[in-house]
């Protein structure tokens, strides 16, 4: 039996942002969320600033004017954070 794997591109229909989190919904059904602390710009934007996220280039890239940053889809979506997650207080 032969199994034929395509690869489709990963591509952002919509973002938004949630309590520090900004979210995706991509072309394949999924929803993505990552925490915006995980990017140093993003992580000294406002709420407000993060509700702004706007998808670009044909859903490849995220982009924010204030503060001036923008990501690529598949980066966060492959987990290229800039940023390790913050240690848990026990």
Same mark, same amino acid.
């Given at each position: ?16 942002a949630e309590k520090r989190f900004v979210y995706l919904e991509l072309t394949d059904g999924r929803s993505f969320g990552f925490p915006a602390d995980r ?9 407000? #600033? ?37 240690? #848990?207080?026990?």
């Amino acid at each position: 039996m032969n199994t034929i794997v395509t690869e489709t591109e990963i591509v952002a229909i919509r973002a938004w942002a949630e309590k520090r989190f900004v979210y995706l919904e991509l072309t394949d059904g999924r929803s993505f969320g990552f925490p915006a602390d995980r990017f140093r710009i993003l992580g000294q934007a406002s709420e407000d #600033q993060l509700k702004k996220v706007q998808v670009e280039v044909n859903g490849h890239a995220l982009r924010l004017e204030e503060p001036d940053e923008d990501l690529t889809v598949a980066g966060v979506v492959a987990g290229r954070f800039q940023l390790p997650l913050p240690r #848990q207080v026990a």
